[in-house]
C-alpha cells in the first residue's frame, strides 16, 4: 500500500488503477451520473449510520474509485463536523492537495503492486500488501481525526490477502473506513461481503458519458455518444479506448460482415478478407485489439436479441441485424457459444502470436459454420 509518500513519475506509469490515457481517479474534480451512489453515503453519514467498511460495486470505468477517492477526503476534511452537501473538494482543500501528491498520512491505498524484478505490475494483491497495512492501523491519526484505506481492485486480492483483509473489517479500528472498489463482487470471500454496506454504480447514459468525454477533450455528437454508450457499457474508459482507435467506423464494419438468410446470418468473405488484412504490421496492432472485443460482443448483443432481450442498437448497420435475430429463436444458445468461442480463439490466438489476418478469419468462419450445423441437421 501506499501512504504518506510522493507519487513518482515512476508510480505514474505503473499506476494499475490508472487507466492509459485518462486522468487518475484522485485527480477527477467531479463526478458524473453517480449522484444515487453519492447521496447514499451522504445520507448514511448524516443519519450517524456511518458504516465502517462499504463495498463501491459497478462495472469498470464508471466512477467508482473516484467516488472512493471523494469519500476518503471529505472524511479526512470534515469527518468531525456535518456532512456536506456533497463531496466536491473546495479549490483550496489541503487535504485533497496531499491526496494528490500522495502524500496524506492519513489514507492508505491497497493495490497492485511493482514485481521489482521484471518491472511489471503483479497481476493480484498478495497478503504482504495487505499485511503492511498494519504500521499504518497502529498508528494514530496526527489530530485524532478519521483514516481511510481504499482497496482497489479488491476482487483482485489472493485469498491469502482476502482472509488477511478481513480482520481488519471485523475488528476494524476506530474512526477509519475501509472502501472496497469491486467490478465483480462475485469473487469476493462472502465473509467481506457481508461486512461491507454496497453502494452500487451502474453504467453511465449516453447523455453523462458524453458530458464526461467532453471534459476529456472529446466531442461525441447525439448519435456518438450513444453508439460509445452501448458498445462501452456505459464505462468511460472503454469509450475513450473506442472513440479513439475508430470504434465505431470498426463496429459498423463488423455489422457489414454479416448477412442476413433464412436460416441466421453468413459471413461477407470479401470484406472479412479486407477486415483480417487490416490487423496486420505494426499499424494494425491496436485494431487488432479493437476486433478482438468488438467481435464477441457483436455476436452476444445477436444472442441477447435472439433470446428476446435485445439491446438498444447501436447503430442503423446493428439494429436490421439485431431484428433479423429476435426472428430466429432457435439461434440465441447458438450465438451465446459462439460469442463465447470467439472470445476465448481470439485471446488464445494473441496470447500466442498467431498471424493477425488467418486468426480473424478463420474465428469468423468458425462463427458462421458454428451457427449452420443444427440447422443443417434439422
Known amino acids: 500500500p501506499t501512504w504518506g509518500c510522493n507519487v513518482s513519475a515512476r508510480d505514474e506509469v505503473a499506476e494499475p488503477d490508472r487507466r492509459p490515457g485518462l486522468p487518475h481517479p484522485r485527480e477527477a474534480l467531479s463526478l458524473i451520473g453517480q449522484v444515487a451512489a453519492e447521496r447514499g453515503f451522504l445520507d448514511a453519514w448524516a ?15 464508471v466512477g467508482k474509485a473516484t467516488l472512493a477517492y471523494r469519500i476518503a477526503r471529505a472524511l479526512i476534511a470534515d469527518g468531525d463536523g456535518d456532512p456536506p452537501a456533497d463531496l466536491s473538494a473546495p479549490a483550496d482543500c489541503p487535504v485533497r492537495r496531499r491526496i494528490l501528491a500522495g502524500s496524506e498520512p492519513r489514507l492508505a491505498v491497497l493495490r497492485r503492486p511493482l514485481n521489482e524484478r521484471t518491472g511489471r505490475l503483479r497481476t493480484q494483491i498478495g497478503v504482504d500488501e495487505v499485511r503492511a497495512l498494519r504500521s499504518f492501523l497502529a ?22 490477502a482476502a482472509n488477511a483483509l478481513l480482520k481488519g473489517l471485523e475488528e476494524p479500528p476506530a474512526r477509519t473506513v475501509f472502501l472496497l472498489v469491486t467490478h465483480a463482487a462475485g469473487r469476493l470471500l462472502p465473509t467481506i461481503r457481508s461486512r461491507t454496506r454496497v453502494l452500487d454504480l451502474g453504467p453511465l447514459d449516453p447523455d453523462h458519458l458524453a458530458t ?19 458498445l462501452a457499457g456505459g464505462s468511460v474508459g472503454s469509450a475513450v479506448d473506442l472513440a479513439n482507435g475508430g470504434g465505431i467506423a470498426l463496429y459498423r464494419e463488423l455489422c457489414r460482415l454479416l448477412g442476413p438468410t433464412a436460416r441466421g446470418f453468413e459471413v461477407e468473405r470479401g470484406p472479412l478478407v ?9 499499424q494494425g496492432e491496436a485494431r487488432y485489439g479493437l476486433i478482438a472485443a468488438l467481435s464477441p460482443l457483436l455476436a452476444a448483443r445477436l444472442a441477447r436479441a435472439a433470446g428476446g432481450a435485445a439491446p438498444r442498437a447501436a447503430m442503423a448497420e446493428e439494429a436490421r441485424l439485431l431484428d433479423h435475430a429476435g426472428g430466429h429463436r432457435a439461434l440465441a444458445p447458438l ?13 488464445a490466438a494473441r496470447a500466442v502470436s498467431l498471424d493477425p489476418a488467418r486468426t480473424v478469419m478463420d474465428t469468423w468462419l468458425g462463427f458462421e459454420a458454428a451457427l449452420s450445423r443444427p440447422l443443417q441437421r434439422a
Open 335 to 347: 450465438l451465446a457459444e459462439g460469442a463465447a468461442g470467439m472470445s476465448e480463439g481470439l485471446a
Open 274 to 282: 479486407a477486415l483480417g488484412e487490416s490487423a496486420l504490421g505494426r
Open 212 to 230: 464526461v468525454l467532453r471534459g476529456l477533450g472529446l466531442e461525441p455528437d447525439q448519435a456518438e455518444a450513444e453508439a460509445l454508450a452501448a
Open 47 to 61: 443519519t450517524g449510520r456511518l458504516h465502517h467498511a462499504w463495498m463501491l460495486r459497478g462495472p469498470a470505468g
Open 139 to 160: 498508528l494514530s491519526a496526527p489530530d485524532g481525526g478519521w483514516r481511510a484505506i481504499i482497496v482497489d481492485a479488491a476482487d483482485e486480492m489472493t485469498v491469502q
